[in-house]
């Protein structure tokens, strides 16, 4: 079975720019989930959609949003690139919310994002 | 608010020997979630682990076992007879009952295992 799947794997953009980051869930799985990981730290969380509504929001500006469509895949969408934001760009999906129950929050690879 | 405390930055054993990694948490919330996770250098993080918070029983899989204790709010984690391929990143992190908040997330501990 194949497991939550990121894309692009690698981007780069300049400053100001907008990005758009995609993930597809694990199959069945109905909640997806957004971090942030800079270098050194622990992945720090954005979103959190759950049966397509936004469950849960992290501490992060209104620079970053995401939609969550009927197939229960994701975008995840930042405007006016700072280069702070430069970082590895994780999704994670769960069968129930938030990984409540026995089901875990799988992680996909990332999407890692430099800002020049 | 929630906080998950990895105090060692970097860890690095000779294969064979044992090795612990702790954890120490805050919440407020009576129902929570723990959980650890690995990540090797190539970025996905691997689930190991999950435990609610009544259910203090330590658990054994293999060579990792992980010991859970309320009372001092520690969810420690032990690989026995580590291996060079157990050398990785490791996270603690805590989800409150309800999950919405996401996965509060410890800054890892980086494990060395040399040959």
């Known amino acids: 079975d194949a497991g939550v799947t990121q894309s692009p794997t690698h981007l780069i953009k300049t400053r100001g720019q907008q990005v758009t980051l995609r993930c597809s869930p694990i199959?069945?799985?109905?909640?997806v989930s957004w971090y942030q990981q800079v270098l050194g730290q622990g992945p720090q969380f954005i979103f959190q959609?759950?049966?397509?509504?936004?469950?849960g929001r992290g501490n992060f500006p209104d620079r970053f949003s995401a939609r969550q469509f009927p197939n229960y895949s994701s975008e995840l969408n930042v405007n006016a690139l700072l280069l702070g934001d430069s970082a590895l760009y994780l999704c994670?999906?769960?069968?129930?919310?938030?990984?409540?129950?026995?089901?875990?929050?799988?992680f996909g690879d990332g999407t890692r994002l430099s800002i020049l | 608010a929630q906080k998950v405390t990895q105090a060692q930055t970097e860890i690095s054993v000779v294969e064979k020997e044992d090795v612990t990694l702790d954890c120490v948490y805050e919440?407020?919330?009576?129902?929570?979630?723990l959980f650890w996770y690995k990540q090797p250098p190539s970025g996905e993080l691997v689930f190991l682990i999950r435990?609610?918070?009544?259910?203090?029983q330590n658990e054994i899989s293999g060579r990792y076992s992980w010991n859970f204790q309320k009372s001092t709010s520690s969810f420690n984690f032990t690989i026995t007879a580590s291996q060079v391929v157990d050398s990785a990143v490791y996270f603690c992190?805590?989800?409150?009952?309800?999950?919405?908040?996401?996965?509060?997330f410890g800054k890892g501990t980086h494990l060395i295992i040399q040959p």
């Open positions: 959609y759950y049966e397509k509504e936004e469950r």
């Open positions: 435990r609610n918070s009544f259910d203090e």
């Open positions: 919440t407020r919330d009576t129902t929570y979630y």
């Open positions: 992190a805590l989800i409150r009952g309800g999950g919405a908040d996401g996965l509060t």
């Open positions: 994670a999906s769960s069968f129930a919310q938030g990984g409540m129950g026995n089901q875990p929050q799988h």
């Open positions: 199959s069945g799985h109905k909640s």
